[in-house]
Every structure is written in structure tokens, then in C-alpha cells.
């Protein structure tokens, strides 16, 4: 409506998931000599309407530990144990036989 004025958006990047550990964490050195620690959520998606007739669904999300701490935290996890994880979502890039790779995660 003229005169209504339009509230003004942040760009906000945050993600809290509740999920299964995939599999144990995987630490990877790279290139650049940084450590970061790898490990896949499984999150489950909500319950289908009664009467559909679909299997629950899931979704499996990357996830890095990047600080020191945070690599010795989830470094204790293993594949089942149910984690809170909390952060944001990045775009990772790099190069695997002379080809640029890419890959979201948290």
C-alpha cells in the first residue's frame, strides 16, 4: 500500500541441525597445510502426511571443523551418535586432477 513502508532484510547464514553421525570423522590435511575435520549429518526430514505411504526421508550434510577445539570435539564422535551442529553454510573449492571441484557444506 503507498505511504507502508517495507521492513529492510539482513542477510542472515546460519544453520542448527540435530542429527546422526553418518560415520567416523575423517581429519584431512590440505594443501595449504591447514587441518580441518569432515564429517556427514544425517538429518531426518519431517514425517509424510498419514496415509501417504512414504518412507521417511533424510538428508545428508556435509560438515567441517575448522578451529582446533572444534576438530577435538569432533574427532570423539562416531557414526550414530545423535549431535547438535551449528554454524553456516560456505562453498569449498579446490582442484582434483587439474579440475575445479566445489561443494557446499556446514
Known sequence: MPGESVPVLEPVNEVH???RVSAEP????LPSGESVVTVRVVVDRPRPPAGRGQRRQVDTIACAAWSSPLRRTVMRWSGGDVVEVEG?????FWR??????SRYEV
Open 96 to 101: 582434483a586432477e587439474g579440475v575445479p571441484q
Open 88 to 92: 553456516a553454510i560456505r562453498r569449498r
Open 26 to 29: 575423517v581429519p584431512v590435511v
Open 17 to 19: 541441525l540435530v542429527g
